[in-house]
């Protein structure tokens, strides 16, 4: 089974400072990660994803992301905040072997960015 | 590339009434589609998967009867919420995927139930 952790469901951080949304994931075959986006009564964005390959990955609007297989983590950063960077972000997961292929969400992280 | 819509965004019915909820991939042809519920604050939920041409797959402890699902064609599939309560009132989501892993996301539908 796959399970994903996002830690803290609220995270607040000033304009121009560090983001950091931290994901941990749980799978028994090599993981395919993702994160996305939700601004408010919207349907998800794609930032960025993980299948193979280099284990940094960059995605869109300056973020990025780490997979660190001995951590089992994927935690999203961007250098500098800025006040449109304020929405939901999930974490997902999905196994890389397997017909089902399903997506499996975090329970999100509520991003706050303060001016 | 890569588009799927929902219709409609909103929608607000009555009671014992059903609605249905339309997914179209606009530019390309979906051989899996998934249905997912998100209440507010919350994570998204998957409700059911379906396949074209095939019946869909619900996940545990969502109603088959009550949350109909029909893949009818490669670019389209339906919800729809039969017998429509309050508590059915939430943000319904869906994705289409191609082929390999990647699912793209529809807007959502937020539906109300008074």
């Known amino acids: 089974a796959q399970s994903v952790t996002q830690l803290g469901s609220h995270v607040s951080v000033s304009e121009g400072a560090l983001v950091l949304l931290r994901c941990n994931y749980s799978?028994?075959?090599?993981?395919?990660l993702f994160w996305y986006v939700q601004y408010p009564n919207q349907g998800l964005q794609l930032l960025l994803k993980?299948?193979?390959?280099?284990?940094l990955v960059k995605g869109i609007n300056g973020f990025e992301a780490e997979f660190k297989k001995s951590e089992t983590s994927f935690h999203l950063t961007k250098p500098s905040a800025h006040m449109s960077d304020a929405a939901e972000y999930f974490c997902?997961?999905?196994?890389?072997?397997?017909?089902?292929?399903?997506?499996?969400f975090g329970s999100g992280t509520q991003l706050t960015v303060l001016p | 590339g890569a588009v799927v819509s929902q219709h409609p965004s909103r929608v607000i019915c009555k009671s014992g009434t059903s609605v249905k909820i339309e997914c179209r991939s606009l530019?390309?042809?979906?051989?899996?589609m998934f249905w997912y519920r998100q209440f507010p604050k919350q994570s998204l939920m998957l409700m059911a998967t379906?396949?074209?041409?095939?019946?869909?797959?619900?996940e545990q402890g969502v109603e088959k009867d009550k949350f109909l699902i029909n893949h009818a064609s490669l670019t389209l599939s339906t919800l729809t919420v039969t017998s429509a309560h309050p508590e059915d009132s939430s943000f319904y989501i869906c994705?289409?995927?191609?082929?390999?892993?990647?699912?793209?996301f529809g807007p959502g539908t937020r539906l109300t139930v008074t």
């Open positions: 997902a997961v999905i196994l890389s072997s397997g017909s089902a292929r399903q997506l499996t």
């Open positions: 530019d390309f042809q979906a051989t899996t």
């Open positions: 993980y299948t193979t390959g280099a284990t």
């Open positions: 994705s289409a995927r191609e082929v390999g892993y990647e699912q793209y």
């Open positions: 379906s396949n074209e041409g095939s019946k869909a797959t619900y």
């Open positions: 799978s028994s075959v090599p993981p395919y």
